[in-house]
């Protein structure tokens, strides 16, 4: 298995838009692998390709403590919405940025696993606010598009600061 570096913000790589995963094998497991990888020693509790510049419709995902939950989803559609919920996100492209952002509560989701087998899953609360960020990562979206162009400012300020400080 093998870490991938992840795009930051604001990497013009971070807008592209995946295409449908259509090959299931021994690659496609890989990525995934790689994926789950990366997401547990960054912290995160989900990962999209787009991220780790691969575009293709794949995202991983954790919200237990102990890596005990892990999902992988491929190709995910939403297919019912319900709802509102406001939550504070973070992203991994986005170090050190949190955000309220509003979304749907409550969500349906379609999906393949990593045989091309068809599953659905039923999400609410911080479950569905992962899939709607990772799914928007996939269309090329990030939490920072759903901001005000005020806070959009801050925010763009801030990660400047942090980029000198780094340099
Ligand atoms: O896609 C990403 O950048 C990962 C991101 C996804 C996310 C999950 C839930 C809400 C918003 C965004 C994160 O993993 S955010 C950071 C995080 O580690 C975390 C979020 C909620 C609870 C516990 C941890
Ligand atoms: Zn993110």
Redesign the pocket.
């Known amino acids: 298995m093998a870490l991938l570096p992840i795009l930051q913000f604001p990497d013009p790589k971070l807008k592209l838009v995946a295409k449908p995963v259509e090959i299931f094998g021994a690659d496609l497991e890989q990525i995934c692998y790689d994926m789950l990888e990366t997401m547990y020693e960054s ?6 390709a787009t ?1 780790v510049d691969i575009q293709q419709r794949i995202f991983v995902m954790d919200l237990s403590d102990n890596k005990s939950q892990q999902k992988i989803l491929i190709n995910p559609v939403i297919t019912q919405s319900s709802g509102e919920i406001t ?1 504070e ?5 986005f170090p050190g940025i949190y955000a309220k952002v509003k979304r749907h509560s409550k969500i349906t989701v379609e999906y393949c696993n990593l045989i091309g087998d068809k599953q659905t899953l039923e999400a609410n609360e ?1 479950m569905a ?2 899939i709607q ?2 799914i928007d ?1 996939l269309n090329g979206i990030t939490f920072f598009d759903h901001l005000s162009s005020l806070k959009q400012s801050l925010i763009r300020r801030k990660l400047k600061k942090q980029y000198e400080r780094n340099l």
């Open positions: 912290h995160g509790v989900g990962l999209a991220q939550w996100e973070g992203c991994l492209s911080l606010v992962c960020h990772e990562h």
